[in-house]
């Protein structure tokens, strides 16, 4: 089996972050969203990836490499624009023919990766699986239609859902797609559908099998996904490098404190995670926190957050909360009096004052 990564896209729902990185490079929990999927897809036995890529292509690879740390082969697929999943699939054939493979939407997580998906699809021998999660808000993504466990159909974004079940961003599938892709036309978006390809395969026959989620899933394109995910992922650290806060340090719970980061007089309050070189000074950092890699945090409490690599976060009175901040971001009082807020704001930002 081989495996198609999609990590095109503009991601406009996480500007103004996206404006100067891919979506899919955004980290959780300190390591880039993209990662997650690489690893579940090595870790079910698949080492042979394609990756579609977009204007953003020279920072995924510049990320990713040949894919040897990951234990993979990668190769790069261009897509001139974002045209809908299912041309991913059709620009992708000539690497993929002649086996099946798993598509992965390279900004999903998907709690215990994908192992027994890819086992469940390999006996049967149908020729698509989907995966599928119930939602709470099915109009925002493609929805499927079961009729005694079978799925009978899909509709992309309904307007009107006719169930809450809706397609995960993992799908498996064998040759018989690219015969789906190139029969189907462009939708109301002018982008070719994967729910278009997979409909296609059901009304002619082919073998199309449901598979639930059982676990936890996110889609992290918007922020309030990313802080959801970044939670979940804490959640499941196991305590370690205690060693680098000093004596009037406070550490309690799942903390990961990664090498040479260091606390001084500060309380770091788990599941959190402070990125290696990182520097937290007379603070307060955490439940559900991710301080990147270099980041330096004084006299100041912030929670439910992602700070990303670089940033300065200094002398903030009141408490940070539910923040996605940026690379190399700086946040500090203004020294001007008369008192005054002084901004240099990027494009979609969204700034909270007390």
């Excluded at 080492?47 to 790069?76: C, D, P, Q, W």
């Excluded at 498996?172 to 070719?192: N, Q, W, Y």
Aim: overall charge negative; charged content about 25%; aromatic content about 6%.
């Amino acid at each position: 089996m081989k495996g198609l990564i999609l990590s095109g896209g503009k991601g406009t729902r996480l500007r103004p972050l996206t404006h100067t990185r891919a979506k899919q490079l955004v980290p959780v929990a300190n390591k880039p969203v993209l990662f997650y999927g690489i690893e579940a897809i090595v870790a079910a036995g698949i080492h042979k990836l394609g990756v579609v890529v977009g204007e953003t292509r020279s920072e995924i690879e510049e990320a990713l490499g040949n894919g040897s740390r990951f234990g993979a082969e990668i190769t790069y697929i261009d897509q001139d624009a974002p045209r809908g999943l299912a041309h991913a699939v059709l620009i992708s054939e000539a690497f993929l023919k002649g086996e099946p493979f798993v598509m992965y939407l390279g900004d999903n997580v998907i709690a215990d990766g994908i192992t027994a998906l890819v086992q469940d699809f390999q006996a049967r021998g149908c020729n698509s699986q989907i995966l599928l999660a119930k939602v709470a808000n099915p109009e925002q993504f493609g929805v499927a239609e079961l009729e005694d466990g079978r799925v009978v159909r899909l509709t992309e974004k309904p307007k009107h859902p006719k169930s809450n079940l809706a397609l995960v961003g993992v799908y498996m599938f064998d040759e018989t797609i690219f015969e789906a892709v190139k029969a189907i036309k462009p939708s109301g978006r002018d982008e070719l559908e994967i729910t278009d390809a997979i409909q296609w395969l059901i009304d002619h026959g082919r073998s199309v099998h449901p598979h639930l989620v059982t676990g936890w899933w996110k889609d992290t394109g918007k922020i309030e996904d990313m802080l959801e995910a970044n939670r979940i992922i804490l959640d499941t650290f196991t305590a370690r490098g205690l060693e680098n806060a000093d004596g009037a340090s406070r550490v309690e719970g799942k903390v990961v404190i990664e090498k040479g980061a260091k606390l001084w007089n500060s309380t770091v309050r788990g599941p959190a995670i402070i990125g290696g070189g990182a520097e937290i000074r007379d603070a307060f950092v955490g439940p559900y926190t991710s301080i990147g890699a270099g980041c330096y945090v004084e006299r100041c409490e912030i929670e439910n957050s992602i700070v990303l690599q670089g940033s300065r976060i200094e002398r903030i009175p009141g408490r940070i909360a539910d923040s996605l901040i940026g690379t190399n971001v700086r946040i500090h009082p203004g020294a001007e009096r008369p008192r005054v807020h002084r901004f240099l704001i990027g494009d979609n930002s969204e700034i909270g004052i007390l």
